[in-house]
């Protein structure tokens, strides 16, 4: 006995909704794959499944738990640990992942990012985006050079930064 989803609307040109309960793709060509009460309210905006998920910028992805991109071609993916997650910006690619993001590896440090194979590369980051941030920071340094340092945006002040600190060696 198959009982059908429930409270479901592709009112959008061209729009789906493939399957779950209370899912609303409202503009057109928006898609919502299936879970629970999502939203794709925006052209090409797509939730493919997840719950509490909102697609509301155009050729927008929303994904996960709670997540929100409600800006232009943004992408967001969120877990349950927190309330909404939302992008800030046209075209941004944002992931909260309480246990880790791993590239190219399923090992993660715990909350952290692990990269496996290539390490990083950061270009392009300017520091009065940071708000009120703290932390090691990496980024590009005028037009020829790199920066690692250690900051607290929120007081305007240097923090203190240890190399290999367990180890007391840097070579």
């Known amino acids: 006995d198959v009982t059908p989803p429930i409270g479901n609307i592709a009112s959008g040109d061209y729009s789906v909704v493939v399957g779950g309960d209370g899912n609303h793709a409202t503009a057109?060509?928006?898609?919502?794959?299936?879970?629970?009460?999502?939203i794709a309210s925006a052209l090409g905006a797509t939730v493919p499944g997840g719950a509490f998920n909102i697609a509301g910028g155009n050729f927008s992805f929303?994904?996960?738990?709670?997540?929100?991109?409600?800006?232009?071609?943004?992408?967001v993916w969120a877990?349950?640990?927190?309330?909404?997650?939302?992008?800030?910006?046209n075209f941004q690619f944002l992931v909260r992942a309480s246990g880790g993001v791993g590239i190219g590896t399923a090992q993660t440090p715990?909350?952290?990012?692990?990269?496996?194979?290539g390490g990083v590369a950061v270009t392009g980051?300017?520091?009065p985006n940071y708000g009120t941030a703290a932390g090691v920071f990496?980024?590009?340094?005028?037009?020829?050079?790199g920066a690692i340092y250690a900051?607290?945006?929120a007081a305007h002040s240097p923090l203190p930064i240890a190399l290999n600190s367990p180890g007391g060696n840097v070579g």
């Open 125 to 127: 980051a300017s520091s």
């Open 110 to 117: 715990p909350g952290g990012l692990r990269v496996a194979s």
């Open 138 to 145: 990496l980024e590009k340094y005028g037009s020829t050079a």
């Open 151 to 153: 900051y607290d945006y």
């Open 28 to 38: 057109q060509e928006a898609a919502i794959g299936g879970g629970a009460d999502n």
């Open 62 to 75: 929303a994904a996960g738990y709670n997540a929100q991109a409600t800006t232009f071609g943004s992408f």
């Open 79 to 89: 877990d349950p640990t927190a309330g909404a997650f939302t992008a800030g910006a």
